[in-house]
T-cell receptor, first 112, second 114 residues
Framework: EDQVTQSPEALRLQEGESSSLNCSYTVSGLRGLFWYRQDPGKGPEFLFTLYSAGEEKEKERLKATLTKKESFLHITAPKPEDSATYLCAVQRDAGNNRKLIWGLGTSLAVNP | DAGVIQSPRHEVTEMGQEVTLRCKPI?????LFWYRQTMMRGLELLIYFNNNVPIDDSGMPEDRFSAKMPNASFSTLKIQPSEPRDSAVYFCASTVGGAPGTQYFGPGTRLLVL
């Protein structure tokens, strides 16, 4: 069964304290892996797409990486405004199916 | 563009009542997704449309749920009759068909069924 598992469930960092969030997946053929950010009371907001092992994407203090089994979202020198829930999703390589399989997310709190 | 528009933003209703949630996707987007989000189960895809045609409704919980997309700029999700376990945040998202992973979400409808 296709599955996405994110860890940790929650993470509290001090401002400037770098860390990584993990997204492990089991899927029969990966078409793409996606990272989203969700602020309280809002819908998820797209961050990155990764398609193949070894690929990396960066945006400000965030860098996403991908292996054959998992993806990491590295947060370098985080600021309080990086506090949010980070969601990971995968799309299976299955014809025209546009369905994404979502993890439960990691809730990140960055203290000033 | 105003982004994906959902209404109402909040809905409180009593068990057994009919609930209709509405969504206007971003102009030019031809794929539309309805999700339900809860703390326990996270984001669950209920149904998605491509070019106004339902493609995958395997996530619709049961016959009490139905969704329509009569044209490219409007979709509804209906729950009849509603039950307390339907309480959740319902999101609508849209995207261009060639980039299904880059979905643009609306602000959601927070539904509470008493």
């Amino acid at each position: 069964e296709d599955q996405v598992t994110q860890s940790p469930e929650a993470l509290r960092l001090q401002e400037g304290e770098s860390s990584s969030l993990n997204c492990s997946y089991t899927v029969s053929g990966l078409r793409g892996l996606f990272w989203y950010r969700q602020d309280p009371g809002k819908g998820p907001e797209f961050l990155f797409t990764l398609y193949s092992a070894g690929e990396e994407k960066e945006k400000e203090r965030l860098k996403a990486t991908l292996t054959k089994k998992e993806s990491f979202l590295h947060i370098t020198a985080p600021k309080p405004e990086d506090s949010a829930t980070y969601l990971c999703a995968v799309q299976r390589d299955a014809g025209n199916n546009r369905k994404l399989i979502w993890g439960l997310g990691t809730s990140l709190a960055v203290n000033p | 563009d105003a982004g994906v528009i959902q209404s109402p933003r909040h809905e409180v209703t009593e068990m057994g009542q009919e609930v209709t949630l509405r969504c206007k996707p971003i102009s030019g987007h031809n794929s539309l997704f309805w999700y339900r989000q809860t703390m326990m189960r996270g984001l669950e895809l209920l149904i998605y449309f491509n070019n106004n045609v339902p493609i995958d409704d395997s996530g619709m919980p049961e016959d009490r749920f139905s969704a329509k997309m009569p044209n490219a700029s409007f979709s509804t999700l209906k729950i009849q009759p509603s039950e307390p376990r339907d309480s959740a945040v319902y999101f609508c998202a849209s995207t261009v068909g060639g980039a299904p992973g880059t979905q643009y979400f609306g602000p959601g409808t927070r539904l509470l069924v008493l």
